[in-house]
């Protein structure tokens, strides 16, 4: 499995982003997809999931303001990131858990997300 983010950079407070996870095929027909963040200092963190019949779930810090969403004939994992915090800040990486979401068998390389006040 190989996953390679893209979409990182810098954005004010407000703004929006959206993350791209290229993914090998056949990798979101079998694995949950997440994302995952690291602020500096900080332990990793999940912010959502997506399992293979497309249900989603969020962490309750980017409820109502981050969308993960995929499409699997372009094996690609999406995550669209409004109303952007300077808490929001980090390496975001894509990662392919197991089908119940519970452990990540492989991660992406991460790209950086920085908002500023």
């Known amino acids: 499995v190989h996953l390679v983010e893209s979409g990182g950079g810098s954005v004010q407070a407000g703004g929006s982003l959206r993350l791209s996870c290229a993914a090998s095929r056949y990798t979101l027909s079998t694995y949950c997809m997440g994302w995952v963040r690291q602020a500096p200092g900080k332990e990793r963190e999940g912010v959502g999931n997506?399992?293979?019949?497309?249900?989603?779930f969020y962490a309750n810090s980017v409820k109502g303001r981050f969308t993960v969403s995929k499409d699997n004939a372009k094996n690609t994992v999406y995550l669209q990131m409004n109303s952007l915090k300077p808490e929001d800040t980090g390496m975001y990486y894509c990662a392919a858990l197991d089908n119940r979401c519970l452990g990540v068998e492989y991660w992406g390389q991460g790209t950086q997300v920085t908002v500023s006040s």
């Open positions: 997506i399992l293979t019949d497309s249900r989603t």
